[in-house]
């Protein structure tokens, strides 16, 4: 059962508009959230991170929204750079137990 | 630093070999986690070593070993393994277990069994 869910599987923006990338979640009980960043051939790399206590946590041009009675967060990257092409993957998790992955979405920034 | 590296970044191996993946931090962190990846999937937790000690194992097959020899290194010990055991194996590490710890990946080695 896939407690976290990316349903977009892709998503090309235009560089310097907005790329909007969003995640789901069944699990009421997930009480931290988190965005990684993963090109080819790496492993995944942290970018941002909110806890269930707060609606949103912005750093730079990353800011990570949580709507808790939607169960539902996302990421938006303004402006959005060639270099931002990735695969993003949401995870989730409650107290010390195991992270969940979502699918991931594979962002494609066009110069 | 945020740096996990893992070693090596490549591996082919027979069904009847016997191989060892390694990872190495030194940020101080207790925690450490190994993953496997199969293509267009998320990360799958397989192991979670807290303060050196085994503190999850997710169901996984006894053809996997994990060993932690010290709070810096996390091997991962291979034997017997089957075609599609192939996959990108990713280790992590935080500071603890605790609820608000990120985790930090490594580059991962991607593993290639015949």
């Known amino acids: 059962d896939q407690q976290v869910k990316q349903n977009s599987p892709s998503l090309s923006v235009q560089e310097g508009r907005i790329s909007i990338l969003n995640c789901d979640y069944t699990n009421s009980m997930f009480d931290y959230f988190l965005w990684y960043k993963k090109y080819p051939a790496e492993g995944p790399t942290f970018l941002i991170s909110?806890?269930?206590?707060?609606d949103k946590n912005e750093d730079g041009r990353f800011t990570v929204f949580l709507n808790k009675s939607a169960k539902h967060l996302s990421l938006h990257i303004v402006p959005s750079q060639p270099g931002d092409s990735a695969v993003y993957f949401c995870?989730?998790?409650?107290?010390?137990?195991?992270?969940?992955f979502g699918t991931g979405t594979r962002l494609t920034v066009i110069p | 630093d945020t740096e996990v590296t893992q070693t090596p970044k490549h591996l082919v191996m027979g069904m009847t070999n016997k191989k060892s993946l390694k990872c190495e931090q030194h940020m101080g962190h207790r925690a450490m986690y190994w993953y496997k990846q199969k293509a267009k999937k998320p990360p799958e937790l397989m192991f979670v070593?807290?303060?050196?000690?085994?503190?999850i194992n997710e169901s996984v097959p006894s053809r996997f070993s994990p060993e932690c020899p010290n709070s810096s290194l996390l091997n991962l010990h291979l034997h017997a393994l089957q075609p599609e055991d192939s996959a990108l194996y990713l280790c992590a590490s935080s500071r603890d277990r605790g609820g608000q710890e990120t985790q930090y990946f490594g580059p991962g080695t991607r593993l290639l069994v015949l």
């Open positions: 909110i806890s269930s206590i707060k």
């Open positions: 995870a989730a998790r409650t107290g010390a137990n195991n992270l969940f």
């Open positions: 070593y807290s303060y050196e000690k085994l503190s």
